[in-house]
């Protein structure tokens, strides 16, 4: 009596191990081809992961069908018949599977690595980046009124949030989209300035209590409209269309959404009409140029809050709003408590929602000083809103605080990739270069900002600043020739400069007497360091007497700043000097100490202070302290890095430009 062969015994002579090899090789080879081939033919997803279902739905089947079936010369036989054949196969056919088996497998690695390698060496095609980049286009206002601009420019606002926070998409940040107007023409042009396949347009009609929201979603690059529609709605059933239009779109391009993204993309930050409105009237000021646009952006969110006092979105605004100001012109400690409890409240109320997080990074690194805290806040913000090229870029300014200038460059340009025609971006890039004496480096980014706003001359003056900081005063006066400086642009500094290695004190007090007299909107710790500048040119004239009603006017200027928590270096820098000038050394030494203590953690700042420190011991007489110190910031990047070229042609530095040790600082490398 013959032994029953066993179950694993009787699966190799069904040639069930064959099968279940050589289908895994060839699923695999079949798999390589459609993630590697598919794409480039423009196959949609879908049918690439239907390939890949069908693969693994079909793997148990053919185990299945070669357990019962076997191939014989005459055709497709049940095993129990096959074995009753009389056996014919030859060791060439016996064999056969092993090639077709080991063929597979080698064109399937072949593919792998050739879709592995080819996909890691090269850009991004177009069509790569189409399928999930987008920018939404400022929205048309239909109203009647103009003044509910706002609420169109709003709702663009809060779509773009939402869009934030998909990782899966690239977006655009606002600032680069409003230099289009809304429903433009050129799409596709518009679409390769921004780097994205995808365009939103839309529209908001608003009357009385009733919106008429319409948007639509096209690809620009095809002139495919992929997705429309309308929303009619009552300002108290407002909410949550901005979170079904980010739904929608992220559908409509097959982005992937994690469930904490579904979730987050769904946030209403309130229910209460009015606050929502006063939110959307603040969002609508920000980026604004001027002072009192600041202070209304502040009026309206703490409407907001105290109309709704659970309002996350609003909280943070209020407190990142009012740590700028603290920054500038309020360094009161009322301001910066005022910044805490916002930014307290909005992080309690909403510990994770990028909003808060950027708000507290924001307080932290303003009114604090608390780079480490900062980075870490603008990190989380960023896991939760991966697309915020604000918090970006507010990453990279704290980055370049800490000395980290190459990171700093680094993430700068990331922001860039998310907000290509920001001019605020580039200009700060042109200037960590220029910090690090990069001088063509900083000069290509600051053409990069004369190619995205054209009409705004007056950026040339940044350029031409970084020929004067190599010594060649004509090739910088060739940059700015025919552009005219407003008082209150700040190129007027840079203006100033270019007076000042030319020796033109006359032209710098009749230039700086303008903007005391014509400016009426000049911030008042301004006007008080121009009054000082004032005084220092006409004592470098050795017009004393000319100087002293300037100084007083400073001064008495001044007294309503003296409680600050702290001050900016340029006026610490003009002040000091005046102080000097005026033999006043207990001022000299009281101010250098507070701006020492100021900026002792800033390695971008404090460089600048060691230069305004020796200023002041340098016209004092004291040129054993005022060289340490710059030959110390001669050495260090700084905003506005001092150079050899600038020792060379300041007067400012006259008294001491007989000193060997200063002549051999004068000749060194920048």
């Known amino acids: 009596m013959s032994e029953k062969p066993s179950f694993f015994s009787e699966l190799k002579r069904r040639n069930v191990y064959k099968v279940a090899v050589a289908y895994a090789v060839v699923g695999w080879l079949i798999a390589q081809i459609a993630t590697q081939i598919f794409p480039f033919l423009e196959i949609p997803n879908w049918i690439v992961r239907l390939v890949i279902v069908l693969i693994a739905i079909g793997f148990p089947i053919a185990l299945v069908i070669a357990w019962a079936f076997e191939a014989t010369p005459e055709g497709i036989k049940r095993t129990e018949v096959a074995d009753a054949m009389p056996t014919a196969t030859s060791g060439h056919t016996k064999h056969a599977w092993i090639y077709i088996v080991v063929a597979g497998a080698l064109i399937s690695v072949a593919l792998f690595f050739i879709g592995r390698y080819t996909a890691g060496n090269k850009a991004p095609s177009p069509n790569d980046l189409a399928n999930k980049s987008i920018a939404v286009l400022p929205f048309d206002n239909l109203s009647r009124d103009p003044d509910n601009a706002y609420f169109a420019e709003g709702i663009q606002d809060e779509i773009l949030a939402r869009l934030s926070k998909i990782s899966d998409l690239k977006v655009i940040s606002r600032t680069s989209t409003q230099k289009y107007k809304s429903a433009p023409s050129n799409l596709r042009e518009i679409a390769q300035q921004l780097g994205v396949a995808n365009i939103l347009e839309g529209s908001v009609q608003k009357a009385g209590d009733q919106v008429r929201i319409t948007v639509q979603l096209i690809n620009a690059l095809k002139d495919d409209h992929l997705w429309a529609d309308t929303y009619d709605r009552k300002m108290i059933d407002i909410f949550g269309v901005e979170s079904d239009v980010a739904q929608k779109i992220a559908a409509s391009l097959e982005a992937k959404l994690t469930g904490r993204e579904k979730q987050e993309v769904a946030v209403v930050g309130t229910k209460n009409p009015e606050a929502y409105d006063a939110y959307?009237?603040?969002?609508?000021?920000?980026?604004?140029?001027?002072?009192?646009?600041?202070?209304?952006?502040?009026?309206?969110?703490?409407?907001?809050?105290?109309?709704?006092?659970?309002?996350?979105?609003?909280?943070?605004?209020?407190?990142?709003?009012?740590?700028?100001?603290?920054?500038?012109?309020?360094?009161?400690?009322?301001?910066?408590?005022?910044?805490?409890?916002?930014?307290?409240?909005?992080?309690?109320?909403?510990?994770?929602?990028?909003?808060?997080?950027?708000?507290?990074?924001?307080?932290?690194?303003?009114?604090?000083?608390?780079?480490?805290?900062?980075?870490?806040?603008?990190?989380?913000?960023?896991?939760?809103?991966?697309?915020?090229?604000?918090?970006?870029?507010?990453?990279?300014?704290?980055?370049?605080?800490?000395?980290?200038?190459?990171?700093?460059?680094?993430?700068?340009?990331?922001?860039?990739?998310?907000?290509?025609?920001?001019?605020?971006?580039?200009?700060?890039?042109?200037?960590?270069?220029?910090?690090?004496?990069?001088?063509?480096?900083?000069?290509?980014?600051?053409?990069?900002?004369?190619?995205?706003?054209?009409?705004?001359?007056?950026?040339?003056?940044?350029?031409?600043?970084?020929?004067?900081?190599?010594?060649?005063?004509?090739?910088?006066?060739?940059?700015?020739?025919?552009?005219?400086?407003?008082?209150?642009?700040?190129?007027?500094?840079?203006?100033?400069t270019l007076l000042a290695v030319q020796r033109k004190v006359d032209e710098m007090i009749a230039a700086l007497s303008r903007l005391t007299a014509e400016a009426k909107d000049i911030p008042p710790l301004f006007r008080a360091a121009s009054h000082a500048g004032l005084a220092n040119l006409h004592m470098a004239k050795g017009d004393r007497a000319g100087a002293l009603p300037f100084r007083a006017q400073a001064e008495q200027e001044l007294k309503p700043f003296q409680s600050q928590e702290r001050f900016p270096f340029l006026a610490y820098s003009i002040f000091i000097q005046m102080e000097a000038r005026f033999g006043d050394r207990d001022s000299v030494e009281r101010d250098v100490k507070r701006m020492f203590r100021e900026n002792e953690k800033d390695k971008w700042e404090f460089p600048n202070s060691e230069s305004a420190a020796a200023v002041g011991y340098m016209l004092l007489g004291d040129f054993d302290r005022a060289l340490p110190l710059l030959q110390d910031a001669l050495a260090r990047p700084s905003e506005s890095s001092i150079t050899p070229a600038y020792l060379r042609l300041d007067p400012l530095w006259d008294p001491i430009r007989n000193d060997p040790r200063f002549q051999k600082l004068t000749n060194s490398k920048p």
Request: hydrophobic share 40%.
């Open 280 to 496: 959307l009237r603040a969002l609508a000021l920000r980026g604004g140029q001027q002072l009192k646009d600041l202070f209304k952006t502040r009026e309206f969110l703490q409407h907001a809050v105290d109309l709704d006092p659970n309002y996350v979105q609003a909280w943070a605004f209020l407190g990142a709003t009012d740590s700028l100001v603290y920054f500038f012109p309020d360094s009161s400690a009322e301001r910066k408590e005022k910044a805490r409890t916002s930014v307290e409240t909005a992080l309690r109320l909403g510990p994770d929602l990028a909003d808060a997080h950027n708000a507290m990074g924001t307080y932290k690194y303003y009114c604090l000083q608390d780079y480490d805290g900062a980075l870490a806040e603008f990190g989380i913000a960023l896991e939760h809103a991966p697309n915020d090229s604000t918090a970006l870029f507010f990453k990279s300014l704290v980055l370049r605080r800490q000395g980290k200038f190459d990171d700093s460059i680094r993430i700068m340009k990331q922001a860039a990739v998310l907000d290509p025609l920001n001019e605020d971006i580039q200009i700060n890039l042109g200037s960590t270069y220029r910090g690090l004496r990069r001088f063509d480096e900083a000069r290509a980014a600051f053409d990069q900002v004369f190619t995205i706003a054209p009409d705004d001359i007056q950026r040339r003056y940044l350029k031409a600043e970084t020929y004067i900081a190599q010594g060649d005063v004509d090739k910088a006066w060739e940059t700015v020739k025919g552009v005219n400086v407003s008082p209150l642009d700040p190129s007027f500094g840079t203006y100033l």
